[in-house]
């Protein structure tokens, strides 16, 4: 069972999550806007939120990694413990044999 410590460390990630990805998006495509009208042009918008999606991506791709960085340490030794208790239970199985 989670604790609430847990829980509201969750919560906190999915809000900044939501912040990270609305203020980039947001920002280059008001940057882009105000290039198109400065220059009356119709591309700039469309390539600086194609910006602000790729950093916004990757701001939350980064994110996520932190959080999880230290699920992903106990599952790795846990996995390495499993595999040890196969070898010596292997180790063991030859030695009766024998």
Same mark, same amino acid.
């Given at each position: ?7 509201? *460390?969750? !919560?906190?990630?999915?809000?900044? !999550? ?27 918008? !469309? ?6 999606? +790729? %950093? ?11 959080? /999880? ?11 390495? /413990?499993?595999?040890? +208790? *196969? ?8 030695? %009766?044999? *024998?």
């Amino acid at each position: 069972m989670k604790s609430n410590k847990d829980v509201s *460390k969750g !919560i906190a990630m999915i809000s900044q !999550i939501g912040f990270t990805m609305i203020t980039p998006i947001a920002l280059c495509g008001f940057i882009g806007y105000q290039l198109d009208k400065k220059f009356t042009t119709s591309h700039w918008f !469309i390539i600086f939120l194609l910006i602000g999606f +790729l %950093t916004s991506f990757r701001n939350v791709y980064h994110i996520t990694k932190q959080f /999880y960085a230290k699920d992903k340490a106990k599952e790795d030794a846990e996995l390495r /413990y499993i595999a040890e +208790l *196969k070898r010596q239970g292997c180790e063991k199985n030859h030695k %009766t044999e *024998k």
